[in-house]
T-cell receptor, first 111, second 114 residues
Framework: QKEVEQNSGPLSVPEGAIASLNCTYS??????FFWYRQYSGKSPELIMS????GDKEDGRFTAQLNKASQYVSLLIRDSQPSDSATYLC???????????FGTGTSLTVIP | EAQVTQNPRYLITVTGKKLTVTCSQN?????MSWYRQDPGLGLRQIYY???????DKGDVPEGYKVSRKEKRNFPLILESPSPNQTSLYFC?????????????FGEGSRLTVL
């Protein structure tokens, strides 16, 4: 079983819609969770981090964490064409020394 | 400006010719790590270092070496590159407290081994 699993997509949404990205992880003891955005050929950049159960909002982005279900999600409201990218879910190991990444979900926002 | 710098950004080499990819960070981070990214496989950790002279294997260490003689530098060494090491490589650094473990990535090094 992979440490972190994401639907690879591709996911297509119209401009202005809500994009929903999902991620599950296997290590029940994990405490730190991250969403990175990666444009083609570029390095990943952090969008959101979340450490406790519930929702965390930052502008158009909302991260949701449910540790009981070992599930992390990212909602992008009012999606823009510039949001078209691959979104990587990452989970930090309980010891803090390793980060496990999902294979990424490719998102396309259609104008 | 806080940054992680990798060199070279692009490299084409031949099987068996030793090469080093350098990585340097200016954020005084204790933690540094190397990843390779391949289509369909995502980012996979090669090696990581918790501090100077402390390194450990990640998930795919075979064929790679690293060293951490200074806090700011973490070079990746391919002693005898093979075509299956053709990939996009990222160096990253962090101050890995459990509650603030954001990884800062370099721009990536695209390596082709013929």
């Amino acid at each position: 079983q992979k440490e972190v699993e994401q639907n690879s997509g591709p996911l297509s949404v119209p401009e202005g819609a809500i994009a929903s990205l999902n991620c599950t992880y296997s290590d029940r003891g994990s405490q730190s969770f991250f969403w990175y955005r990666q444009y083609s050929g570029k390095s990943p950049e952090l969008i959101m981090s979340i450490y406790s159960n519930g929702d965390k909002e930052d502008g158009r982005f909302t991260a949701q964490l449910n540790k009981a279900s070992q599930y992390v999600s990212l909602l992008i409201r009012d999606s823009q064409p510039s949001d078209s990218a691959t979104y990587l879910c990452a989970v930090q190991s309980t010891t803090g020394n390793q980060f496990y990444f999902g294979t990424g979900t490719s998102l396309t926002v259609i104008p | 400006e806080a940054q992680v710098t990798q060199n070279p950004r692009y490299l084409i080499t031949v099987t068996g010719k030793k090469l080093t990819v350098t990585c340097s960070q200016n954020m005084n981070h204790e933690y540094m790590s190397w990843y390779r990214q391949d289509p369909g496989l995502g980012l996979r950790q090669i090696y990581y270092s918790m501090n100077v002279e402390v390194t450990d294997k990640g998930d795919v260490p075979e064929g790679y070496k690293v060293s951490r003689k200074e806090k700011r530098n973490f070079p990746l060494i391919l002693e005898s590159p093979s075509p299956n090491q053709t990939s996009l490589y990222f160096c990253a650094s962090s101050s890995p407290r459990v509650d603030t473990g954001e990884l800062f990535f370099g721009e990536g090094s695209r390596l082709t081994v013929l």
